[in-house]
DNA sequence: ATGAAAGCGCTAACAC
DNA sequence: GTGTTAGCGCTTTCAT
C-alpha cells in the first residue's frame, strides 16, 4: 500500500492524500471522508523512510548507551521512551556495552573516545537520526570525549561541558549535603563517610556538599571519620570496621553496596542499626530494601533525567533555545530504618 | 555530502561510487582509489535512508520490549545488541512501559493486546524494520496475542505457539528437576517448594519438572511440602514459616526474592542455614549474593538468550528456515553458601 | 568496466 | 481546494 494507491482509491491526487494524513492544508470534507474511509479499510500506514528522505528528518531519536545493563540506564530509558513517544518520536538504540570495560574505570572512558563518536556518526549520517542523548552509566566528567556535532546532543546522567552539549543530572553536591543536614538534625554529631575512590567525581563532589554542611553548621569533618572504599560491598565493611574505632553514630556511605558492607560491619561489632548507628546510603538499589534493617538511601530521579533529557533534545530540534547547559534533577532521601530518629 | 558529490568529485558516475562502496561490481582500481580516497577525504556516509528506500529494507531489527525496566530486558538487549551490531544491524526500541500495570498480574497481557499489535504495525509498516523481537518481562505463554505479519518474529524470554512465531527461552521443567536432584544428591529427601502463583506459567513447568526429578527417584513430593507465593518477599517470608511445620532441610523457592524471605523465616525460627536447611532460589538477582548466607540460585542465560533472538531472526530475513520453534537455552546453577553440599 | 536514467514513496512548490 | 510534478539519495537495469 502507498499513497499512489489510496489516491487511486478514494478519487484523488496523491497531494491530497498528502494533505489530508499531515492536516497541512484544507481539503473538502467530503474528499477528506473519502480518503479517510480507504486508509481506514487498507490498513494503510505511511512510509516513514520515504517520508524522512523528502523532508529530511526522521523523527528518530538516538540513543547511545554506555551499557544498557548499568543500574540507571533502564530507568533514564523509560523516561526517554514516554517522552518520545507522547511526542511521536521513534528511538534508534546504540548499546555500547562498555560495562566490564569501564566497570569501576571511570578514567578509561577517553580509550573509547573513537568508537563513541563513530556510533555517533553513524547514527546521526547513516541512520539520520534527528538528534542524539547519550546515556552515562555514571555521573562524572566527559568533557571532551564527544566530538562536536550539528544535531542536538544532550548528556543524560554524565556531564560535559563542551559548548555544544546540554546536560541533565542530578546535584551531588546538594543532595550530600541535604543527608548531613537530616544527620545534624537528628543529633548526630559524630558522623562518619564512607566514600567512593577519592579521585572520583562524584565522591568529590558529594564530599564537597558534605564539608560545607558542616561548616554551614559550624562544625568540621575531621580527616579520621572518612574513608575511601571502591564502591563494593567488601570495601564498605572494611571501611565500616576501621571507622568504629572513632566510635561515629551515623554513618553516610556513597552507595548502597559499601552501606551493605557497612551494615554488616557493625552488626558484627556487636552494635545496634539504628540505635547505636545510624546508615544512609545512595541509589536506592534493589538490595536497598532487602537489607536488615532496611536502608535509608539517596534516590536519585532517574526517569525524570531521561524525561527532561527528552524533552531538552525535543525543544533543541524545534530550535528552541535552552540556556542552562546542565539540568539538574531534584533528588530526595528514601526513608526506612537505618536512621534513628528523634 | 552525497553520492552525486563523491561521483563529481572522483570524475566517475554515481553508478560506480555505488558499485565500489557496496562492492557489488568490478571497478578498475585506480577508479576504485580515486573514490575511496574522495569518500575518506569527505567523511561521507552513505544515507541509510536513501538505500533503504531504495532496497526495500533497512537492517533495522525491531525490538519491542514489555518493558527495559524487566528484571530480564537489558541483559537480552545486551545479547541482542551485541549480535546486531556484529552483522550490520541497528535497533529500533519501542518500550512498551507495561512493567506498572502488567506486574504480577500475567493474564492482562491480554488487555494489551491492541497496544502490542498497534506497535509492532508502527515499527512494521512505518519503520520498516526488517523484523522484530520482543522481548517479555515474564517468562509465560502469549500465544495469541501477537498477530500474523510477513515478517520474522521472535520472542525472547516469553513464549508462543502461534505458526508464525519463533520464540526463544530456558525450559523451566528442566532446570527445576536439575535443582531438585542436586538436594536428592546432596541427601535431601524433606525438600519444600515455595512456588509462585498456582496458575501461572513458570510456576506450572516447574512444578511438573518437580515433580518428575522426585518420581524418577522413586519419591513423591507430599503436598504439606509446597506452598504457592506471590513472588514477593513477604510471601517468601510466609510460606517458609508454614513450611517448617513439615521440618524440611532443604527448600526451593521459585525466585530469589521468595528465597531472601524464606532465609530470614528459617533465621527467626533459630535454625542455621545451610547446616540445618538448605536453601536455593532463582534468577541471580542482584541480591542474591548479597543474603546472609550467600544464596545459591539459578541463572538463567538471559544474554544468551538475545543473542540466540537475534541470530534466529536474522537467519530468517535471509530466508533461511528455522525449523525449532520454541529454542531452549540451558540454564545452571551458582553455587553459593546456602546449600549442605556432602 | 562504466554510465544514464528510472524509480523506491513521499512532500510541497507551483499552477490552475 | 486540488492536481501535477520535481526531487530527496540511493541502487540497479540496460545499454554501450
Redesign the interface.
Known amino acids: 500500500m502507498t499513497i499512489k494507491e489510496i489516491a487511486r482509491l478514494s478519487g484523488v491526487s496523491t497531494a491530497t492524500v498528502s494533505y489530508v494524513i499531515n492536516n497541512s492544508r484544507n481539503v473538502t470534507p467530503e474528499k477528506r471522508n473519502r480518503v479517510l474511509k480507504v486508509i481506514e479499510e487498507s490498513?494503510y500506514?505511511?512510509?516513514?523512510?520515504?517520508k524522512?528522505?523528502r523532508v529530511q528528518k526522521?523523527d528518530?531519536i538516538g540513543?547511545l548507551a554506555e551499557?544498557?545493563?548499568g543500574f540507571p540506564?533502564?530507568?533514564i530509558?523509560?523516561g526517554i521512551?514516554?517522552y518520545a513517544e507522547q511526542k511521536g518520536y521513534?528511538?534508534?538504540?546504540?548499546?555500547l556495552?562498555m560495562l566490564e570495560t569501564l566497570f569501576n574505570q571511570y578514567d578509561h572512558i577517553g580509550q573509547h573516545k573513537d568508537k563513541i563518536n563513530e556510533a555517533i556518526?553513524?547514527l546521526l549520517?547513516?541512520?539520520?537520526v534527528d538528534a542524539i542523548i547519550y546515556v552515562g552509566m555514571f555521573d562524572r566528567d566527559i568533557t571532551g570525549i564527544i566530538n562536536e556535532i550539528d544535531k542536538p546532543l544532550v548528556i543524560a546522567y554524565s556531564i560535559a561541558g563542551d559548548t555544544y552539549t546540554h546536560s541533565v543530572t542530578y546535584d551531588n553536591e546538594e543532595i550530600s549535603g541535604t543527608v548531613i543536614r537530616l544527620l545534624l538534625n537528628e543529633g548526630h554529631r559524630r558522623i562518619a563517610v564512607i566514600a567512593g575512590p577519592h579521585d572520583t567525581f562524584p565522591t568529590q563532589m558529594r564530599m564537597r556538599g558534605i564539608e560545607r554542611a558542616f561548616r554551614e553548621s559550624g562544625l568540621t569533618l575531621d580527616n579520621t571519620f572518612v574513608r575511601y572504599g571502591n564502591w563494593e560491598?567488601e570495601s564498605g565493611y572494611i571501611c565500616a570496621s576501621a571507622l568504629l574505632a572513632s566510635a561515629p553514630t551515623a554513618i553516610f556511605a556513597m552507595n548502597d553496596?559499601m552501606a551493605?558492607g557497612a551494615i554488616?560491619a557493625v552488626k558484627s561489632a556487636g552494635l545496634r542499626i539504628p540505635e547505636d548507628i545510624s546508615i544512609i546510603g545512595f541509589d536506592n538499589?534493589?538490595?536497598s530494601s532487602?537489607?536488615?534493617p532496611r536502608l535509608t538511601t539517596v534516590e536519585i530521579d532517574l526517569k525524570e533525567i531521561g524525561l527532561r533529557a527528552a524533552q531538552t533534545v525535543l525543544k533543541r530540534i524545534r530550535g528552541e533555545k535552552v540556556d542552562e547547559r546542565c539540568q539538574v534533577i531534584q533528588s530526595k532521601i528514601i526513608m526506612r530504618e537505618t536512621v534513628r530518629l528523634l
Chains 1, 2 share one sequence.
Open positions: 490498513g500506514t505511511p512510509n516513514l523512510i520515504a524522512s528522505l526522521t528518530i540513543v551499557d544498557i545493563r540506564s533502564p530507568a530509558i523509560n521512551s514516554e521513534n528511538i534508534l538504540l546504540n548499546d556495552r556518526s553513524l549520517y547513516g541512520a539520520k560491598y553496596l551493605a554488616d538499589r534493589e538490595i532487602f537489607l536488615h
